[in-house]
């Protein structure tokens, strides 16, 4: 589907033309919410000029607020012509794009064996995590590639499930574990073109997402147990670090969870 009108306000005395490598131009996936708007939100106090896709338009308007840093662009990353059209207009408003975090995702129905998954419902969420991801990096690469200075980063969001599953999870860890494999060869691929990639694991952080992980969820050993969440504003503040680095230095993985998770020794 075409995408609706962005919307978007004057950029103001904090704009750059990202030569230092701190503050520049964001692009944001999944912004609507969670990770993603505290990202934006970590990123509009910083400075940054932040461009916010996702899919639905009214939630996007309600992380951006009145900041006139911030342009909401509606966008299906599953959709290369939506893709396309997200970065040309991020572009064609800021002038450049820095930095695209790479966040949108879907979990898809949980607790499904494997054997009773919809085919469907598995391309969902191949579509959404790895193709979506794959789409954005890629016109990320083009635009970073071209633009006079050259260069910017990509962080993408990985999740504790790049290194270890949950129960009945096979499409989003598949999803997550291939991730990883993206990660790594963008980074590859950039260095010729001061394109940094870099990859955050996050576990558990506070979100309508994690939300049943205060009420129990099953464990590998088939009990349902609570686990402990953190505060998403850390998450924002570790992406903000990684983001705000020069480009001569890179955060290659970072692993950020709640402290008391049960990650290390998970199954």
Known sequence: MANPPVRCGPMNAKETDGRDGRTGVAV?????????????RELLRGGWAVALAGRRAQALEETAGDDGQALVIPTDVSQPAEVEALFAATAGRFGRVDLLF?????????????????YEAWRHVVDTNLNGAFLCAQ??????????????????????????????????????HALTGLTKSLALDGRPYRIAVGQ???????????????????????????????????????????????????VQFATVLATGMPYVGRG
């Open 200 to 250: 955050i694991d996050i576990g558990n952080a506070a979100t309508e997402m994690t939300e049943r992980m205060r009420r129990g969820v099953p464990q590998a050993n088939g009990e349902i147990a609570p686990e402990p969440v953190m505060d998403v504003a850390d998450v924002a503040r570790t992406v903000r670090h990684m983001a705000e680095l020069p480009l001569e230095a890179n």
């Open 102 to 118: 790479n966040n949108a995702g879907t979990s898809g129905p949980g607790g499904v064996p494997v054997e009773e998954l919809p």
């Open 139 to 176: 016109a990320a690469y083009r635009q970073m590639k071209g633009q006079t200075p050259q260069g910017g980063r990509i962080i993408n969001n990985g999740s504790v499930s790049a290194h270890v599953p949950r129960p009945r999870s096979v499409a989003y860890t598949a999803t997550k």
């Open 28 to 40: 944001v996936t999944g912004a609507g919410s969670g990770i993603g708007r505290a990202v934006t």
